[in-house]
């Protein structure tokens, strides 16, 4: 099955709320992805953080679906874009070189 990558960033919204909100907000999106791990879907979830290890470059989520649509159908589920709080985006992921199996 093809593999699917959704890049995403805070919107300003998300900047302004205070960090017991975020963590809040965080927190319902690690139980989000918890729980399709939990039903079997084959996911790699995280952060991006800079040279000094500080998070604010967004999260990244690498997906495996059948299709477009149905990992589409998946990440809209996501309590960050349910609540509007990332500008993200989907793509399919075409391999082209690799040394190593990914083993979810």
Do not use: C
């Amino acid at each position: 099955m093809p593999f699917f990558i959704k890049t995403e960033k805070f919107t300003d919204n998300t900047k302004k709320l205070s960090n017991e909100e975020r963590k809040l907000f965080l927190l319902m999106h690690k139980n989000w992805v918890e729980s399709l791990i939990q039903s079997g879907e084959l996911i790699i979830s995280g952060y991006l953080t800079n040279e000094q290890r500080i998070p604010g470059g967004g999260g990244l989520l690498i997906i495996e679906a059948k299709n477009y649509l149905a990992a589409k159908h998946i990440i809209l589920n996501d309590p960050m874009i349910i609540n509007k709080l990332v500008k993200w985006e989907l793509h399919e992921w075409i391999p082209v070189f690799k040394n190593f199996k990914l083993n979810f």
